[in-house]
């Protein structure tokens, strides 16, 4: 995994995040996100704003999974993080096929799926964000949480 280069992963290829509630899960695309160290443990760091539908899954599971594409795949994810599964099935609208696994839910045409176990969340506060990202992302909604999982597998290295 030291191969890894985080940002060129989220920010240029984007990924999906996706937890379970029940039997059911959400996914959404983004293109923040860190993955390092912290407290001896590898770890991912994604951030979910509370109106998405994927933070209620983010919520009510301990797991998540965060899975990286090829570039081929790049339409997909765009509709996804456009569009809600609140409001439809819209996995059935991609090329993407889910697949469970322990722990979570990946997709065959993943590259590289990293499961992650949450060890730590938090709310960003918005008084210590820099003026330039409050406007660029906080003017109408609230901020991100922050959730960051211990590395437990990664499926597709």
């Known amino acids: 995994m030291s191969s890894l280069n985080s940002y060129e992963m989220f920010h240029?290829?984007?990924?999906l995040v996706?937890?379970?509630?029940?039997?059911?899960?959400?996914t959404m695309t983004v293109s923040w996100g860190e993955i390092g160290a912290l407290w001896e443990k590898p770890v991912v760091?994604?951030?979910?704003k509370p109106c998405r539908y994927t933070y209620e899954f983010m919520?009510?599971?301990?797991?998540?999974?965060?899975?990286?594409?090829?570039?081929?795949?790049r339409q997909d994810l765009g509709?996804?993080?456009?569009?809600?599964g609140r409001h439809e099935d819209?996995?059935?609208?991609?090329?993407?096929?889910p697949k469970m696994i322990e722990h979570g839910v990946t997709y065959d045409q993943a590259e590289i799926t990293i499961v992650a176990k949450k060890?730590?969340?938090?709310?960003?506060?918005?008084?210590?964000?820099?003026?330039?990202?409050?406007?660029?992302?906080?003017l109408t909604e609230t901020p991100h949480r922050m959730y960051i999982g211990e590395i437990i597998a990664v499926i597709g290295e």
């Open 119 to 138: 060890i730590y969340y938090d709310d960003l506060k918005l008084e210590r964000i820099p003026d330039f990202a409050v406007k660029a992302n906080y």
């Open 59 to 73: 919520e009510s599971d301990d797991y998540f999974t965060v899975a990286f594409f090829s570039e081929e795949y």
């Open 79 to 84: 509709y996804l993080g456009r569009n809600s």
């Open 12 to 15: 240029n290829r984007w990924a």
């Open 90 to 97: 819209k996995l059935a609208k991609t090329s993407l096929t």
């Open 45 to 48: 760091t994604v951030y979910v």
């Open 18 to 26: 996706t937890a379970r509630k029940g039997d059911d899960f959400n």
